[in-house]
């Protein structure tokens, strides 16, 4: 069975590996097609260096932030043109938001006497995107929490202080984004949101009405009766499926990239269309 991943990412994120880590990794783990799908970022791209054509067949992509109903959410742009003006104005656009979003954290952190917020998130992040993770772990470092998830469950995580949203650009603006850059717009990990089934399926059906082609059916290790929920969602509306471990680091049982990623068998495979 061909192992393919579309969803991972490089420590031009929130990553662990190099890009060139990541991929050796995943030629390691088998993976035979992969996808690092940053947020907000492509400098992932800019550093990859193939040597043969033994390494996985590298899909170009990218994880937009953006919210829906006062609800953030994930949008992956696949296949995309990386030197397309579309996508460089769309990661321009985002980083300049991931900023601002940072910006805004920090000031919340500080407030209730998180000292140096935003420049211990920076040191943590390098010159990488800046996120909620490099807060987390400058929490763990300052002994405000004991461990990253209790910095999201307690700071950074959804209605807390570090829940921003409001920065980020529109998702018709970011689907619009990736179909001008000739990708394909995927919903990412859309069992991860806290939804009703009754509001997954609203927000599936305003994403495929504003050009959306696919949503991930499996995200990493998942329960099989939300991975054929989602597979009922995207062939009732008529969307492809994609899949991803949604790998961050080794280590992570939860998302390898050696999983097994097998879409059920009424799905249309998002690669089909490539």
Not at 79 to 96: F, K, P, R, T, W
């Amino acid at each position: 069975m061909a192992v393919i991943d579309l969803h991972s990412h490089s420590q031009k994120s929130d990553g662990l590996l190099s890009p060139n880590e990541l991929l050796q990794h995943a030629f390691e783990a088998g993976v035979e097609m992969l996808s690092i799908t940053d947020h907000d970022t492509l400098l992932a791209y800019q550093e990859i260096e193939r040597s043969g054509d033994s390494l996985p067949l590298l899909i170009p992509g990218v994880e937009f932030s953006t919210e829906w109903n006062r609800t953030g959410i994930h949008v992956l742009g696949l296949n995309i043109d990386l030197g397309c003006a579309a996508m460089e104005h769309a990661v321009s656009v985002q980083a300049n938001a991931r900023l601002a979003r940072a910006e805004q954290i920090a000031t919340g952190l500080e407030r209730i006497g998180v000292p140096d917020a935003l420049a211990g998130a920076r040191a943590f992040a390098g010159q990488s995107a800046i996120g909620r993770p490099h807060f987390a772990h400058y929490l763990v470092q300052c002994g405000f929490v004991k461990d990253l998830g209790q910095a999201f469950r307690k700071y950074l995580g959804a209605g807390k202080i570090g829940d921003v949203k409001q920065h980020w650009s529109s998702m018709e603006q970011i689907i619009s984004w990736i179909r001008d850059a000739g990708g394909t717009a995927v919903v990412a990990h859309p069992g991860k949101y806290g939804m009703t089934r009754t509001r997954r399926a609203a927000l599936i059906e305003e994403f495929k009405q504003l050009g959306g082609g696919a949503i991930e059916v499996i995200s990493g290790l998942q329960d099989p009766a939300l991975t054929a929920s989602l597979a009922a969602c995207a062939t009732a509306a008529g969307l492809l499926a994609s899949c991803g471990s949604d790998f961050h680091r080794p280590g992570q049982p939860w998302a390898r990239l050696d999983m097994p990623l097998q879409l059920p068998s009424e799905c249309k495979p998002v690669w089909d269309a490539w």
